[in-house]
Each structure stands twice: as C-alpha cells, then as structure tokens.
C-alpha cells in the first residue's frame, strides 16, 4: 500500500483502511507493516453492513479458521462470525461513489497499479 500511496496523493485521493478487528490488533498490524494510511475499526461490521458488504462466514469454513486458530468473535470482539467482503470503493470529494470493486473470496484483490489507473480514469 505504502508504495502507491505518492501516486495517489498526486491524483488528490487519499486511502483508508476500515476493519473488524479490535484496535489493538489494527495498530499492531500498522506497525508490523509500516503503513502510512488510517486504520478505522468497524466495530461488529456496522459499516459494512450498511455498505452491503457484511458476510456471516459458513459454519464450513468457521471450523478452518479454527483449525487455523483463527477466532473471529474473540478477533473481533463482538462474538459474531462475520466479515466484510474484501472491497475497494473509490469515493470521489462529494462522496459520490465512483468505483467500487469487492469480491468475497480474500484472494481475488485489485491491483495497486489497477487503482492507480483507475483514479486517473476518474480524473
């Protein structure tokens, strides 16, 4: 993210992060990772159910993610297993919604460069 981040600032976009994981863990991740953008946390998925993006994970792929560790009630601090769909929304200044790309498989994502593009399609 770090890496296009001058390329979006030249185009007058900025980027934000928003996720369902506890503050503590959104921080650390920052951390870890050295991004230079904004975390927000979305507590319970409120936002992402109001984006139409909040997904209830299947009991099927619950019980992966345990086997993986993976908790996401305890992850998520709100004892419900639910995630947003893995999206990118490109929101102009008057906040019309110009671009939206999500998919709910988490490895199917957007290049960087693809945003890139794109935000100088939008001009």
Request: glycine residues 8%; proline residues 9%.
């Amino acid at each position: 993210m770090n890496a296009v981040l001058p390329a979006f600032r030249e185009l007058g976009a900025g980027l934000v992060v928003i996720s369902p994981q506890l503050p503590a863990a959104l921080a650390e991740m920052k951390a870890k990772l050295k991004l230079d953008v904004p975390i927000l946390h979305d507590f319970g998925n409120a936002f992402a159910e109001r984006l139409g993006i909040g997904m209830t994970v299947p009991d099927d792929l619950a019980a992966i993610y345990a086997k993986f560790g993976i908790d996401l009630p305890v992850a998520n601090g709100d004892g419900a297993w639910k995630l947003p769909v893995p999206s990118r929304w490109i929101v102009d200044g008057a906040g019309l919604v110009r671009d939206v790309f999500d998919d709910p498989d988490y490895t199917v994502r957007p290049e960087p460069a693809e945003t890139v593009a794109t935000l100088r399609a939008i001009g």
